[in-house]
């Protein structure tokens, strides 16, 4: 059963530092992990959540804003540097969704091999990039007892893309008839990360437009991996994230943003309750109105400015009381 209700509010205040912290390592094959443990007052056992990346070199110092206020709600948090970021090994450039699942996986039976978390009630909290993987963790750990999604997953990474791709096109008044020259380069690019043919097509429909308004809105250079590395990279044309999501048995809540430029939304939601309808899954999804991206309220958060960010007023509300209303057990 799926419902479908929409909040409105505007802003939550800032929380209080972790109770207890300490660091964490933990591995997946040959990729060093490190992390973070944040624990609220009390002795426990707590309940718990691994919290994901979104897309990009995300430390645990992303994510620690989010992990402070579950923290203040009663949960354990652990956060952790990406692969390739801060103290970890490995590198998030060359990572497929495979890889960053199995990292996600590593970092819940570090988690729920920790003394003070109760194993019974241990789940994973994904954030955009992660929304499409954590299903993937799911799948393969029992001890994933629940899982919320913020503004990810859903939709397929092609389509998350694509309409990044329109929305730049439309922010820079790109004229009709270079929006189609644009869509084509596009197309092009999505076939080339999927099979590895088109290289030379797309570099002449790139070169041809140089200078125009339509390559400098797309900015594909800053993106294209070279032949060599564009195996890495074919998850973003092909990866389904579909099959997943209908394998899922545990509880799912999905937060969306009214305002979110990233992530088209309304496909996104449509393809999560198709996708769940056909699960064993029970999923509630709820929509904040004025929240973009992440539910941060204003431009989507950048990590590197320092920023601290502000959050949609019911977030963490929504999601404690979600959670208190659960029947876990072992």
């Known amino acids: 059963m799926i ?39 009390g002795t426990g056992p707590f309940p718990s959540m691994v919290l994901l990346h979104g897309s990009g070199p995300e430390t645990r110092d992303s994510l ?58 241990a789940g994973l909290l994904a954030i955009s990039q992660s929304g499409w993987y954590a299903p993937l963790v799911a799948a393969v750990e029992p001890s994933v007892r629940f899982l919320v999604v913020v503004t990810g997953g859903g939709a397929a990474p092609r389509e998350v893309e694509w309409f990044g791709y329109e929305r730049r096109l439309q922010r820079a008044n790109v004229s009709p008839g270079d929006v189609e020259k644009a869509r084509r380069a596009l197309r092009i690019y999505f076939d080339y990360l999927a099979t590895g043919e088109g290289w030379n097509e797309l570099q002449r429909a790139l070169d041809e437009g140089k ?14 991996p070279s032949p060599r590395e564009r195996s890495s990279w074919a998850w973003v044309a092909t990866f389904d994230p579909v099959p997943a999501i209908e394998k899922m048995r545990i509880p ?33 999804i709820r929509e904040f109105p004025e929240a973009g991206h992440g539910l941060t309220l204003g431009a989507h958060h950048d990590s590197a400015a320092h920023v601290a960010p502000r959050f949609a007023v019911g977030y963490f509300e929504m999601v404690s009381s979600w959670l208190a209303a659960l029947r876990l057990a072992d």
């Open 252 to 284: 799912v809540l999905l937060l969306f943003g009214g305002h979110d430029d990233l992530l088209p939304t309304d496909l996104s939601m449509e393809r999560w309750a198709t996708a769940l309808r056909r699960s064993e899954a029970t999923a509630t």
């Open 211 to 224: 200078g125009s308004a339509w390559v400098d809105a797309l900015q594909l250079e800053r993106t294209l």
């Open 64 to 121: 620690r804003p989010i992990a402070q206020r579950l923290v203040d709600a009663g949960f354990a948090a652990l956060i952790f540097d990406k692969r390739g970021t801060g103290g970890s090994s490995g590198s998030w450039l060359k990572a497929s969704l495979d890889d960053l699942a199995r990292d996600g996986a590593a970092a819940l039976r570090a988690l729920t091999g920790q003394a003070e978390v109760d194993r019974g009630r």
């Open 3 to 41: 419902a479908r209700i929409t909040l409105v509010g505007c802003l939550i205040a800032s929380s209080a530092a972790a109770a207890g912290e300490r660091q964490i390592r933990f591995k997946n094959g040959d990729i060093d992990l490190a992390g973070s443990l944040l624990m609220p007052q």
